[in-house]
């Protein structure tokens, strides 16, 4: 080491400006790359140990009350695999939760008593009051976080027709559920307040069986519904331990995936970066490397000289971006929180720095030792005296006497085609960057230019308002809000909840799916017929288009033809669609289908429900104003939409500027004699920043357009890949090729500026100088 | 010309022996009578004074009070200080002096290739002191050749294409350049197979040649060469002098620093740089083959100014 040490510190001092900008796009990579593996290392654990402090059950069923019997216990905690179960009463409601993040929130809760001793799903309170009012809850905490509900704050369920008004005492945090995505949530009231709404909600009270088991959940559920089917007792919810945890930590997943996928497009650029300086530098010291051979140095010496400096400064940087990260660790923390419904406290990670330090340091070393293994054969005498190999040109590119053309203009060619290395780097840095760029645009497109496709690709059927009529007004209602001019259309349409084979699922039924907005049918078409179903990808595999399925609710048991599969984000693909006349068979009573008002401008909506509330009032249940939650649910997505694109934009001009730097630092030592010859014969410093500028920027412009316009095919599949993960099959985001050519020219005009801006110490070069030097 | 403040060396008297008239090297005005042989007929007037036949020269550069100094952290080095200098159209002027004397250095003050510390050059009517760096080099592309010791042809490039990188900076006439490019090429002996090659696989004097042509491709006002000949063997740096002579016998105006005193033969007026100063200022007359009258006028001169 002793014998190199010199030699690494001749090279850390002669390009330090190269070294600082590889280890600063090797810092933005071991940050990425950390705050993925610390997400992924503790957000599970975290989970599971939760999950087991908690003493959470495996699976979670409710039956109703008045259909459970006293051994059904007994029954459960006898079948195969079962450790343990407990049961516990529970008040099920298909509730709307108002001023839920400033709109109204469709929500399937469950209502149970705070203070009943549980063995099992325990509740870890984190705060709470000190003392409890009548109308006390306990908000679980995503409820509480992702709702904007503190202590003290009211919130109100809607029930039907009566609303609930509570006082948050406490917020808890459990395992149980969690999140909306599971379409179903907790709500814990203390003892009296619970026994009061309990017999209000008689019929709706329901007995939750929590059961533990060692084995398979897959194979104990099917016993359990076996169980329940065999005895005649519906279910009413399930709930299992595997399909919680994939629906509490999909965002965080995401999120893995995404850091995991730019810290490796960054990682390809870093180390496009060291093999481009590797083998300039090796060009640019031929000689020294010659006198070194001869004065005894091995080869196996001089590459350490030229490769370790890169692996300190690799070494260095990711252990400054793996400390850095925990700057930022804490609030991606608390955004995921948000999501995840339960609180980690994201910690120090040996093991995420050891793999940021041993991934980055591994791949640095294996493509400097390929760039730099060349030294081994290099000759002595013939470094010394510059025939080592590269410094001379080997074809006289445009041959300014036969090429037709102006000199300079010819020359700019000459140039670009002279450095052939350079302009492969660049060309495949800005190729590749500009993927994340084409990435970022789409998505700015999509969320905040034409929001209804992303929105649209996460919800289901969105009409501007959603009317509930009393069933003896429903036709009146209709036809009258028919009849108004503001009103484009009506659409009778139902949301609820059926058991297929045993799992619940969300229904939708319309009365003419023809006229829905909607775009949830990927696969085949949707039900048009009595007898016809469309089912979620959760049952693509088990169902094909034209199979029959049996479905029961209750007493009634219809068959179906499948007719095409739909997509949901927020059921896991837990869902199906029915015609209005098909969902009324499996029901005994008639149906009161609320009815989805779509305007003839949007804008109309707080007019239109404030119109619909004066005139109807006792006619309606409720009237929802279904705009204002999608623009809610919008600027949540438009505000970390625009972050996102504001960081990748941000992201990918500092790697622009640090791989232009290092080119254009590269060209200006290689070329400096160069440079200097044209000064002397009367070249000016504007036309050699041009001969400069223009040697290199057409590679990258090349790029970036052959990127933007390739991004109309890449991006797509892209988009489909990470909708595909959170259960949209079918996306529908579009690829706006003028979007994409915006970014790119804003892309290339930053490359310019950078060019400029970087080429400037041309102008400090003095011709004499420059010559005198060599 | 001598340095008001320098002794009067017998080297200077000996050149004032040769001369028609003396008297006028001291004018500061453009044009002046200097003291030549009548073969250095190619100047602008001929009059007649006393019978004798005299040639008035016209003032291609001149320098007043040139100072330059090169500054290294806090200690400061003064290579020349008060230094007035004419250099005339027409001439081959030879600057000589011992290592680290400043004849590089002066040379390419006058070629505004370097700035000097203080005083004012000016080169054909213009105060070339006064011109920011791009105005230099625009000035430089149309007024100067340079020829390097080491010869810096841009090694990507072949011959041709390394002069017609030069030719393209003052004409957009490509055919022309090319043409007149060819003619240079001919001119210093390059066939047009080499003129195809890269400067790496020439001989050194094939290289320096083809530097020449590049320097005069733009038929600039004086030709800097910088000791052309430093990295020659000897037949190489016989061809390359002998393109200079062909050059200044064409009238080109000819500035060239050199320690080699057969390369020193080839000029007709000599400097001599010592102290920061022109010690010495010796007219040679116009170069002919072996002769040794004028080959003993340089020696003498050399002596005198102690080389």
Request: proline content about 2%; overall charge negative; charged content about 20%.
């Amino acid at each position: 080491m002793g014998k190199i040490k010199s030699q690494i510190m001749y090279n850390l001092k002669k390009d330090k400006g190269s070294y600082i900008s590889f280890g600063i796009v090797v810092l933005i990579t071991a940050i990425m790359l950390n705050l993925a593996f610390v997400l992924m290392f503790q957000v599970d654990k975290a989970y599971d140990k939760k999950f087991g402090e908690l003493n959470t059950a495996s699976i979670n069923v409710t039956v109703p009350k008045f259909q459970n019997t006293d051994t059904l216990i007994n029954d459960i905690k006898a079948l195969n695999g079962v450790t343990d179960a407990e049961s516990r009463e529970a008040v099920f409601a298909e509730a709307v939760v108002k001023d839920f993040r400033a709109t109204d929130f469709s929500m399937n809760t469950l209502f149970y008593n705070k203070d009943e001793y549980r063995n099992m799903n325990r509740l870890d309170i984190k705060e709470e009051k000190a003392e409890i009012a009548e109308n006390s809850i306990y908000l679980p905490l995503y409820v509480a976080s992702f709702g904007e509900f503190g202590l003290d704050d009211e919130i109100v369920y809607e029930i039907g027709n009566t609303k609930y008004t509570f006082k948050v005492s406490g917020v808890a945090e459990e395992m149980q559920y969690g999140n909306y995505g599971k379409g179903l949530m907790g709500a814990y009231l203390p003892e009296k307040v619970y026994e009061k709404f309990a017999n209000e909600y008689s019929e709706q009270t329901v007995v939750e069986y929590s059961i533990i088991t060692s084995g398979d959940i897959n194979a104990l559920q099917n016993d359990i519904s076996d169980l329940l089917e065999e005895k005649g007792i519906a279910m009413i919810t399930s709930c299992d331990r595997i399909s919680t945890k994939d629906t509490r930590t999909m965002v965080c997943n995401l999120i893995i995936l995404v850091l995991s996928a730019f810290a490796m497009i960054i990682l390809l650029v870093s180390v496009f970066l060291c093999k481009f300086r590797i083998s300039n530098s090796i060009e640019e010291d031929m000689v020294n490397m010659g006198v070194l051979k001869a004065l005894g140095y091995t080869g196996g010496m001089i590459i350490a000289g030229v490769i370790l400096p890169y692996l300190m400064v690799t070494v260095f940087a990711s252990m400054l971006g793996v400390a850095v990260s925990y700057g930022i660790l804490p609030s991606l923390g608390e955004l995921l929180t948000l999501q995840a419904g339960f609180s980690f406290g994201l910690v120090f990670d040996i093991k995420g720095l050891i793999c940021v330090v041993t991934i980055l340091a591994v791949i640095v070393a294996f493509f400097t030792y390929t760039a730099a293994k060349r030294i081994r054969k290099l000759q002595p005498i013939n470094a010394i005296r510059g025939n080592g190999e590269g410094k001379s040109a080997k074809k006289n590119y445009f041959p300014l006497d036969e090429t037709n053309g102006k000199t300079k203009m010819l020359l700019v060619l000459k140039q670009t085609f002279s450095n052939g290395k350079q302009n492969i780097l660049l060309f495949g840095v800005s190729f590749v960057l500009t993927i994340l760029v084409a990435f970022a645009s789409t998505m700015f497109y999509n969320v905040i230019i034409e929001p209804d496709n992303f929105i649209s690709t996460l919800s289901e059927e969105m009409p501007q308002i959603i009317v509930s009529p009393n069933e003896q007004y429903e036709e009146t209602v209709s036809d009258e809000l028919k009849s108004n001019s503001e009103i484009k259309s009506i659409l009778k349409y139902t949301v609820g909840t059926i058991n297929i084979e045993d799992t619940p699922v969300t229904i939708f039924a319309c009365e003419d799916f023809g006229r829905v907005s909607n775009d949830l049918c990927y696969l085949g078409e949707n039900p048009n017929e009595k007898d016809e179903i469309a089912l979620g990808s959760a049952f693509e595999g088990k169902y094909n288009i034209g199979d029959s399925i049996e479905i029961q609710n209750g007493d009634i048991s219809c068959s179906y033809e499948v007719t095409g599969f739909v997509q949901s984000v927020n059921y896991q693909g837990n869902v199906c669609e029915f015609s209005l006349e098909g969902y009324e068979g499996l029901n005994s009573e008639k149906l009161v289908p609320t009815l989805y008002v779509y305007l003839n401008n949007a804008a109309d909506t707080e007019k239109i429900v404030k119109e619909i509330e004066d005139n109807y009032g006792d006619k309606i249940i409720s009237v929802m104003n279904y705009q204002k939650m999608t623009e809610t649910t919008q600027e949540m997505y438009s505000g970390i939409t625009s972050v996102i694109v504001v960081v990748i934009f941000i992201l990918t001009i500092l790697i622009v500027l640090f791989v232009l730097y290092i080119v254009i630092k590269t060209l200006l030592v290689q070329q400096k004699q160069e440079l200097g010859i044209y000064k002397a014969i009367g070249y000016s410093n504007k036309q050699l920043m041009v001969q400069m500028i223009g040697s290199f920027l057409p590679s990258s412009v090349a790029a970036v357009l052959l990127s933007s316009v390739l991004g109309l095919i890449y991006v797509p599949q892209i988009n489909q890949f990470i909708f595909q993960t959170i259960g949209a099959i079918k996306n529908n985001m579009e690829v706006s090729f003028v979007f994409l050519m915006i970014f790119a020219l804003v892309q290339i005009t930053a490359n310019l500026i950078i060019s400029i801006l970087l080429t400037k110490p041309i102008k400090k070069i003095s011709a004499y100088a420059l010559i005198k030097e060599n | 010309m001598i340095n008001k403040k320098m002794p009067v060396f017998a080297a200077n008297q000996a050149f004032f022996k040769d001369a028609t008239i003396s008297s006028v090297l001291f004018t500061p005005c453009k044009q002046v009578l200097v003291a030549d042989t009548l073969e250095n007929s190619y100047n602008e007037t001929i009059k007649s004074n006393g019978g004798k036949a005299v040639t008035m020269k016209e003032i291609l550069i001149s320098a007043k009070n040139l100072k330059k100094e090169f500054c290294t952290g806090e200690t400061s080095q003064t290579i020349f200080e008060n230094l007035d200098i004419d250099i005339y159209k027409g001439d081959f002027t030879i600057i000589m002096g011992a290592s680290g004397a400043g004849k590089s250095t002066l040379m390419y003050s006058l070629s505004g290739m370097d700035r000097p510390t203080n005083g004012s050059i000016v080169f054909s009517d213009e105060e070339i002191t006064k011109y920011n760096d791009d105005e230099l080099a625009v000035f430089r592309r149309k007024n100067c050749g340079f020829v390097f010791q080491q010869i810096y042809l841009l090694e990507k490039m072949s011959l041709m294409d390394n002069v017609l990188t030069a030719g393209a900076l003052c004409s957009d006439n490509k055919k022309e350049v090319i043409e007149r490019a060819k003619e240079l090429f001919e001119l210093v002996n390059i066939p047009e197979i080499t003129q195809k090659k890269f400067s790496t696989q020439v001989s050194g004097g094939e290289a320096q040649r083809a530097g020449i042509v590049r320097a005069v491709i733009n038929k600039p006002s004086v030709v800097f060469a910088d000791e052309p000949t430093g990295a020659l063997n000897s037949n190489n740096s016989a061809a390359v002098l002998n393109v200079f002579t062909k050059l200044h016998r064409e009238g080109q105006s000819i500035i060239m620093v050199t320690h080699d005193k057969k390369t020193a033969l080839r000029g007709n007026r000599v400097l001599y740089v010592r102290d920061g100063q022109i010690f010495g200022d010796c007219a040679l007359g116009n170069y002919v083959e072996s002769d040794n009258e004028r080959e003993r006028k340089l020696d003498e001169f050399l002596t005198e100014m102690g080389w």
